[in-house]
């Protein structure tokens, strides 16, 4: 693998902040690559099975991590003092989570947002949250990753492939070297807020392809509504200045695909067991991580509503979700709609 940066991996300072699936994915993947990475977990138990085990038993069960990686509970000590800082909390904790370290991180550090969500009530992406919550990191340090990435198949070494987005090109490639192995190959964009918006609309209909095959509709009908999913992640996306390529690639068609498909998919699972006849709540209730996608659903209604973009597929999830329409309902609903022609001019 060709590498056209000098990256010091004895003298680059990483902490990540989350270890669910996807943050311990992350530091173990980074952890292997060679550098010291420091580990915030939130509970307890996990840090004591990872420092004794070299484990996440509850998150990310039968793998063995790096001894490279250092857990801790204490949030400031992982965010203070770093060259990179990635944040991988559930998109409904990212404010709370990273308002504890304003003034902590250094406004040199480079933070990197792997979270996919919109934030209910402001509407914001996750890099819009940073902005908000860290005043003291300028635009140019804000950056984001996103793809077709489950967790256990990166902790498995399968080839993975993912787009990073800064603002800044530099900051961009700085990641994109720090993460790029002979199996985790990464590209890079300006296009934050596509990037985004593909990474957290797509859970949403995730949610739907898993109802479709819990209801046993058929591989026709999983097709049609990844290709109309697209459409009405690439209208959002225009709406709100995004570059339509973007969501032709990894962070648009590549992870809708894999999320609306795969059986690693938490959302996917969510859709499914609705679809099967099973209430929300009872689902959440057993599950120990979370699905985005149901905390998106409310988000993409009242942003979709409230700047005027149609989203039928989006909204009638959050219907499903929130205002109890059978899921039988809102098919008929989205296949009697008016006709028209199928590309937006």
């Known amino acids: 693998m060709k590498n056209n940066m000098d990256i010091d991996i004895d003298s680059i300072k990483i902490g990540v902040v989350g270890a669910g699936s996807w943050g311990t994915a992350i530091a173990n993947h980074l952890g292997l690559k ?8 939130f509970e307890k138990e996990v840090k004591d099975q990872i420092e004794k085990y070299r484990e996440n038993k509850i998150f990310l069960p039968g793998f063995t991590l ?10 400031s000590s992982v965010a203070s003092d770093k060259d990179l800082l990635i944040i991988v909390v559930p998109s409904h904790l990212m404010r709370e989570t990273v308002s504890r370290i304003t003034g902590i991180v250094s406004k040199n550090t480079i933070i990197l947002s792997a979270s996919k969500g919109i934030e209910n009530k402001t509407h914001l992406t996750m890099s819009g949250v940073l902005k908000e ?8 340090k804000i950056a984001v990753i ?3 990435s489950f967790a256990k198949e990166v902790a498995n070494k399968v080839p993975t492939l993912v787009t990073v987005a800064s603002k800044d090109k530099n900051v961009a490639e700085f990641v994109q ?7 985790f190959r990464v590209y890079t964009t300006d296009d934050l807020i596509g990037v985004e918006l593909g990474g957290s609309v797509k859970n949403v209909i995730a949610i739907a392809a898993g109802i479709i095959d819990g209801l046993c509709f058929g591989l026709n009908t999983r097709a049609a509504l ?7 992640i690439r209208r959002l996306g225009l709406k709100m200045g995004a570059n339509a390529n973007t969501f032709a690639g990894l962070a648009g068609i590549g992870d809708l695909i894999l999320t609306c498909t795969g059986d690693l998919s938490r959302n996917h699972t969510v859709g499914k067991k609705i679809g099967e006849g099973k209430k929300l709540n009872e689902i959440l209730s ?6 985005e996608g149901v905390k998106t659903a409310k988000s993409i209604y009242n942003l979709s509503r409230k700047i005027g973009v149609e989203m039928p597929i989006c909204q009638e999830i959050y219907h499903i979700l929130y205002n109890d329409v059978s ?12 006709l028209k022609r199928e590309i937006d001019e």
């Open 133 to 140: 919550a860290l005043p003291e990191i300028s635009d140019d």
């Open 327 to 338: 899921p039988e309902e809102a098919a008929r609903r989205l296949m009697s709609r008016d």
């Open 177 to 183: 070297h720090v993460f790029s192995t002979l199996y």
């Open 286 to 291: 057993e599950m120990r991580m979370v699905a």
């Open 226 to 232: 990844i290709t109309r999913g697209l459409t009405e």
């Open 66 to 75: 790096s001894s490279n990686i250092f857990p801790s509970n204490d949030l």
């Open 34 to 41: 060679g550098f010291k990475v420091d580990l915030w977990v």
């Open 146 to 148: 996103s793809g077709p």
